[in-house]
């Protein structure tokens, strides 16, 4: 599947109109099933569905001004994470806002590949750390954000970053440890 992602963004980029209705509903089945295993991790009472986190995401895919213009299916799933990222994001601060009892709600995430930081992580704090983590070392909160919001294994994800298996794991445990460090209490 990989393979015709990759096929259809390069007919995008030779302006083949027909690629582009081929895409998206591919891509978007894949972005459910991947917004789907993260929220299967959240608290009952979770207001924000697959579904729902999808299609905004769609949307913003969609509706950018670069929309049909991705270079690389690194491109588009950096664009995917980077959208979901926002998304759920924005979801926790609504939750958060005083005048909708934000004080008492929390929104955690199962962080699968971080277990050495607990079962759940308040999603502004990982938010905070990866911004964090940008100012330190760029790539590694790229990997992170691929890992987590688009829930690419090691390997697909330094295919996206075009960097080696070995590189990816090393910039992995990096950043596990700086999140580690981040999100433990007390710091």
């Known amino acids: 599947m990989s393979s015709d992602i990759s096929t259809l963004l390069i007919a995008l ?3 083949e109109s027909v ?11 894949q972005l459910r099933e991947l917004a789907r295993a993260k929220l299967a991790h959240e608290t009952a009472g979770q207001t924000l569905q697959a579904t729902a986190l999808v299609h905004e995401a769609y949307l913003r895919l969609v509706d950018a001004p670069l929309a049909q213009k991705w270079q690389s299916r690194k491109h588009f799933f950096a664009a995917a994470a980077e959208a979901m990222r926002r998304i759920l994001i924005e979801n926790a601060r609504r939750k958060q806002a ?16 971080l ?7 308040d999603l502004l ?3 905070e750390a990866l911004t964090r983590l940008v100012v330190e070392d760029a790539q590694a909160a790229e990997m992170v954000k ?6 690419l294994s090691l390997t697909e994800t330094a295919e996206m970053m075009e960097i080696s298996e070995s590189s990816a794991r090393r910039l992995w445990l990096y950043a596990r440890s700086f999140l580690l460090e981040e999100l433990s209490p007390g710091t």
Do not use: I
């Not at 582009?20 to 509903?25: G, N, S, T, V």
């Not at 277990?115 to 992580?121: I, Q, S, Y």
């Not at 691929?146 to 829930?151: D, I, K, S, V």
């Open 13 to 15: 980029e030779h302006g």
């Open 115 to 121: 277990p050495e930081v607990g079962a759940d992580v």
């Open 146 to 151: 691929l890992r987590y919001f688009t829930g």
């Open 19 to 29: 690629a582009a209705e081929a895409l998206l509903p591919l891509v978007y089945d």
């Open 125 to 127: 704090e990982l938010d």
């Open 98 to 113: 005083l005048k909708r009892g934000g004080e008492w709600d929390r929104v955690e995430v199962s962080l699968n590949d």
